[in-house]
Structures are given as C-alpha cells and as structure tokens.
C-alpha cells in the first residue's frame, strides 16, 4: 500500500487531547464513533460523557467534544496504565495502537518526573491523573486505526502555538508553556511560537499526542494538498480561533520548509481520492430540518457483485473489515446475476475515509474487477451509554447499557452490553435472558 500523509495543524491554537479526538470524529463523520472507547472507560468512571457538538469558525467548520467526568477522582501512574491496557484490550487495537498510546502516555510521565524532579515511583499526577487522559490518548489511537490513518502513514505537523501568559494550575499560577509541556517541547526539539493566543493553548496531552505521531514538522501548511480534513474546537473563548486541523492529503514542501523529527521518514505516497457531496441551497434547508432532533451523519455505501468466489473468501471479508474497525457493518445478500447465476452482493457501510482500503480489500479477497460507492446520510436516534449496579449474593457487578431515545426524550431501546452480561452470567450462573429485565428495569430508573 502507498504511504497516506496527514498534516496536523496546530500553528493557531495549539493542541488538547479532546481536540485531536474532535478533529479525528470530524474526519470520520460518525458522531458515536468514540462511544466503545468511552463505555470501556464508564467501569472506572461511571459519571464519563462524551458529545459531539458542531462548531464553526469563519468558512471552517468542524466539532467540539464536550467531555464530563468525576474530576475529583484521581489515578497513580500505574493505574492510568493500567486503564489504558485494559481498554486497548477490549477494543481490540493493533500492536501499534497500543505501543504509540503507551509512548504518548510515558512522554506525560517522563514531563512530570523531570518537571518535579522525582521518580515514577514518587510521582503525583494533578490535572493529568483523571479518567479523560485514557479517553484522550486511547480514543486518538482508535479513531486513527478506525480511518485507517494509523498504519502507512506519514505524519506531518506545523510549528506549535503555546500559548502566553501565565495560568492557574493545582500547582499554582504558572508560566505558560507549564514545566510539563516544556520538557515535551525541548526533549524532541520541537518548533513552537507563542502564538497570539492570551493563555495556555498546547496541554501536556496535546504535546504527548503530538509528539508521539509526528515524523516531520513544517514551516507552515502550505505546499500540503488537502483532500479531506477534521477540525477539533477547543472549549475555551480565545482572541483567536481555537481549533486546530488534522488533513488527510499529498505534501508538496520544499526541503527547506521541513524538519525531521525522531522518528524514521517513509515513502511519498500518492494523492488520496477527495469525497465529497455538494447539495444546493434548498436541499441544505431540508437536510437541516430534517435532522433536528436527530443524530445525524455522511457514510459511504460500497458494494460489489461476485458469482465465482467460495464461501471463506466471503467470510473472511468479515474478519478483515470488521475486527480492523474499517467499516461499521458487512452485509452479504443472496442473489441472482448474470446468466442467471446464483451470487452474493456484498455491501460494507464505512467511514468516507476508508474508501481505497477497503475497495482494495474486496478486490483482492473477492477477486471482484470493481465495485460501486455512493455517499449516503443517516439519521440516527441520540444514544448514550450507562452503567448498572447489579448486586447478587453481596458481590457488586456493573453492566454497561446503551440507552437510545425517541424525539420527545422518551426511550426507544435499553440493550445491555453482551459482554458484560456473560461475564456475570458465567460467575452467578443466572441466564442472560433473566438478567436483562433486571437490568432493563434499572436503566430505566437511572435515565428516567
């Protein structure tokens, strides 16, 4: 496969971790694709949201991520290590998922023990310690792997803002950038400006993701030819816009306008296929009102016909798209084809991003000379993820529920999660179809 550039744009506003999370959904286009990284984290939090929320800002738009959590509860290093093996686990990321979130994860321990001068063993993490850290780290690694952006992939970045001013911290009022982000900052070497911004704007995370994925930085973006591009907000007012840009696209820079980072350069890749729809004026209008109330988002339908391909090839399409997160659902449909013909259409709903791999995946499984996309937008019930205590012979389980509503608020669907339900199935041996009433019943309480 051709190497994918990606050019992260943090020249502006520098970079958080629910920026780079909000600039990667906004890629995507799926509102709920962070929802499996925020309900494997609901066990060590149960108080853990996350929403996307549209933004704009001039011609750009894109999304904030509006994250809530128990800001009171804090974790040692070992525990938020920990959180981040478990959840990677039951994600099921890739061998470098996991390595790039453990690097991003160390580069915040080793910027605090050289900040405070102590060991790991000795180390009190502030604002870093709590739940949204995994959130932040482990849901860039997945929503990555998820677009298929992680693997064969060359990673660019601008010259970062940090930032002026000075800023209030659990340890007090400091200087901006903070003693973490500096130690970030000099220990690769990285280029970064002020900025016009009047406060912090590049957090440890931001600096530990960034740091962790860049290859080469760049003067400025230009000479990068975008073909498709996420924008993640930040929370705060600022003098300028506060967002920062991640694009997909070829790069096109002068040898001059480079610098290489720590890590080892890789093949120029060729340009990525640009998707995009342009609906007019009173279409737009419609779509609007259409989608009040309702999640809504753009996938990319793509299918193919095949009559000559045994049922393991077919199968293990399955496999391929599903456990590597490239697309949201497989279906194959029986048919009649050619000559009348017993065939299968296989049809894969996916993210607009993952359209080359995949249609290289079918071509080469399925022996198929072709197949067919169009981009389709859905309309969604608004859905979140709970927990439910179920207390059985003095022992304490807790089930994760995906709770979905109707227009009016009232609820659609209570399904609880398979997993979680086994897993107390199998150490109470009570049946799952006794256990959902019971944790139907207290779903609806909690939401109601």
């Known amino acids: 496969m051709s190497t994918k550039h990606v050019l992260i744009d943090v020249s502006i506003a520098g970079a958080s971790g629910d920026m780079f999370l909000a600039a990667l959904l906004d890629i995507i286009g799926e509102d709920d694709s962070l929802l499996p990284v925020a309900a494997s984290l609901l066990i060590y939090d149960p108080t853990l949201r996350v929403k996307m929320i549209p933004r704009s800002s001039g011609d750009t738009t894109g999304c904030h991520l509006e994250v809530?959590?128990?800001?009171?509860?804090?974790?040692?290093?070992?525990?938020?290590?920990?959180?981040?093996?478990?959840?990677?686990?039951?994600?099921?990321?890739?061998?470098?998922?996991?390595?790039?979130?453990?690097?991003?994860?160390?580069?915040?321990?080793?910027?605090?023990?050289?900040?405070?001068?102590?060991?790991?063993?000795?180390?009190?993490?502030?604002?870093?310690?709590?739940?949204?850290?995994?959130?932040?780290?482990?849901?860039?690694?997945?929503?990555?792997?998820?677009?298929?952006?992680?693997?064969?992939?060359?990673?660019?970045s601008t010259n970062v803002a940090v930032g002026n001013g000075t800023i209030?911290?659990?340890?007090?009022?400091?200087?901006?950038?903070?003693?973490?982000?500096?130690?970030?900052?000099?220990?690769?070497d990285v280029p970064f400006h002020a900025g016009k911004a009047e406060t912090e704007v590049l957090t440890p995370t931001g600096a530990a993701l960034l740091v962790t994925l860049a290859d080469v930085f760049v003067d400025s973006s230009e000479g990068f030819i975008p073909m498709n591009q996420g924008a993640g907000f930040g929370t705060r007012e600022l003098n300028v816009p506060n967002m920062m840009k991640i694009i997909v696209g070829e790069a096109d820079f002068a040898p001059s306008e480079t610098s290489e980072a720590t890590k080892t350069d890789t093949q120029q890749s060729e340009p990525l296929e640009k998707i995009e729809t342009t609906p007019d004026a009173e279409k737009t209008e419609e779509r609007k009102k259409m989608q009040e109330g309702w999640n809504a988002d753009e996938v990319i339908v793509i299918e193919t016909n095949v009559d000559d391909t045994d049922g393991e090839s077919i199968g293990s399409v399955f496999d391929l798209l599903l456990s590597e997160g490239l697309a949201y659902d497989v279906v194959v449909i029986p048919a009649f084809g050619k000559k009348n013909r017993p065939c299968f259409v296989v049809k894969v709903i996916a993210p607009k991003s993952g359209l080359k791999t995949i249609a290289e995946i079918l071509i080469r499984h399925l022996g198929t000379i072709g197949i067919r996309y169009t981009n389709w937008e859905r309309l969604k019930a608004v859905r979140e993820t709970i927990v439910c205590r179920l207390e059985i012979d003095d022992k304490e389980y807790m089930v994760r529920v995906k709770v979905s509503r109707a227009l009016d608020g009232s609820i659609i669907n209570i399904k609880p999660e398979a997993d979680d339900m086994l897993k107390v199935a199998k150490e109470t041996g009570i049946s799952i179809r006794e256990l959902k009433p019971r944790i139907a019943l207290q779903a609806h309480a909690i939401t109601e």
């Open 68 to 156: 809530t959590h128990d800001a009171s509860t804090r974790f040692s290093p070992s525990s938020l290590q920990r959180a981040i093996n478990e959840v990677a686990a039951e994600l099921e990321l890739s061998k470098k998922a996991l390595d790039l979130a453990t690097a991003a994860f160390n580069e915040i321990l080793q910027a605090e023990c050289r900040a405070h001068n102590v060991s790991i063993d000795q180390l009190h993490l502030h604002e870093t310690g709590s739940i949204d850290t995994v959130l932040d780290i482990v849901g860039t690694m997945y929503l990555l792997q998820l677009a298929g952006l992680l693997d064969d992939t060359k990673f660019y």
């Open 168 to 188: 209030d911290t659990e340890h007090g009022v400091l200087d901006v950038p903070v003693p973490a982000v500096s130690e970030i900052l000099a220990a690769h």
